[in-house]
């Protein structure tokens, strides 16, 4: 644990959660230390979130601002913000049963493509609109394709072309992701005209989305789905999010399912006619996008960030690589 016992009891006192009380990590986040506390029959979760200087995003007012618009509307399948304390970067929220699923089915799918309708049913509400971006929010083309591009200039600015694996990585993203990126940025420049990439997105089409959406960041329950992880959460564009859902590597869906996910969606949601085409035109960038995020591990500030929430340290980088050669060699290596 990362922070002091006495300064965690104090918090939790605060709240009605006197100590003594057991206290265990769970190993269910990459950014952030998540604690289950015990006392008796009941539990919570504790979160303390990630700080670093270089590092602007505010994980901790996200999420619990997410949360608490999500319980004032009325949304089921989430955890109750229940209290919080800047200082100490931490949370404390109402603790959700459940396993994460071990296979992804049609149920799943339709489970998750209603979570985000019923989250943006209350879209045009006073508390809604005050609610920020969500963290890499993109809101025209052209911010889709700056993304990939900002995440494979980032690994080159951080990795070491002498030293060991970063030499093996350096070269990986010298020789195979960067030049994929051009040739693809070269084939949207052909379709679509410089105007037409930098058209921002109206307010009607952004949606609210959770960001890291995927069955990674759900628990499941007699066949009912909890979501969990609201750190990035806030306004984007449908696209990101339906774009991020085919691409998460942790627990992917098929194809099928992909299909299923947009067309569900698009039967709660106002989404423009346009948006398949769209989705079709960005998913290779965020493929990439998915590549880079793979190999975070190399930059320092991600580094202390998985060390932070108690991820093993042993062997990190080596197979972080793997990762993201095998998620290239799939998805990718084709449209070389």
Not at 39 to 68: P, S
Not at 240 to 265: G, H, M, W, Y
Request: charged share 25%; proline share 5%; net charge neutral.
């Amino acid at each position: 644990m990362s922070f002091a016992m006495e300064s965690l009891e104090l918090f939790c006192a605060r709240f009605g959660i006197e100590a003594p009380f057991t206290l265990n990590p769970v190993r269910s986040g990459r950014n952030s230390e998540v604690l289950l506390i015990g006392k008796g029959r009941k539990k919570w979760i504790v979160k303390h979130y990630f700080q670093q200087g270089r590092d602007k995003r505010d994980r901790l007012a996200a999420e619990f601002g997410f949360l608490t618009f999500l319980n004032n509307a009325g949304v089921a399948g989430v955890s109750r913000p229940l209290g919080i304390n800047q200082s100490l970067h931490a949370a404390l929220y109402s603790f959700l049963p459940g396993k994460r699923p071990e296979i992804v089915t049609a149920r799943h799918i339709t489970q998750a493509a209603d979570f985000i309708g019923n989250i943006n049913s209350f879209r045009n509400s006073a508390a809604a609109r005050s609610l920020l971006p969500a963290s890499d929010a993109c809101f025209s083309q052209q911010g889709h394709i700056r993304l990939a591009e900002t995440r494979i200039d980032r690994l080159l600015a951080a990795l070491s072309p002498e030293s060991g694996v970063e030499a093996e990585a350096c070269r990986f993203v010298k020789e195979r992701l960067r030049p994929l990126y051009e040739r693809l940025k070269a084939r949207v420049s052909a379709q679509r005209s410089p105007s037409q990439l930098a058209e921002p997105l109206s307010p009607e089409e952004r949606i609210l989305s959770p960001s890291d959406f995927g069955f990674h960041n759900t628990l499941e329950l007699n066949g009912a789905l909890s979501f969990l992880d609201f750190e990035y959460a806030g306004w984007d564009d449908p696209a990101k999010l339906i774009c991020d859902f085919i691409c998460q590597p942790e627990l992917p869906v098929s194809a099928i399912q992909a299909r299923q996910f947009t067309e569900e969606l698009g039967i709660s949601l106002p989404l423009s006619g346009s948006l398949s085409a769209r989705v079709e035109l960005l998913l290779p960038f965020h493929r990439l996008k998915w590549c880079g995020i793979l190999l975070n591990e190399f930059r320092e500030e991600a580094r202390n960030r998985r060390l932070h929430a108690g991820v093993e340290s042993e062997g990190m980088l080596d197979l972080q690589l793997v990762k993201s050669k095998q998620y290239y060699s799939e998805h990718l290596a084709i449209l070389t």
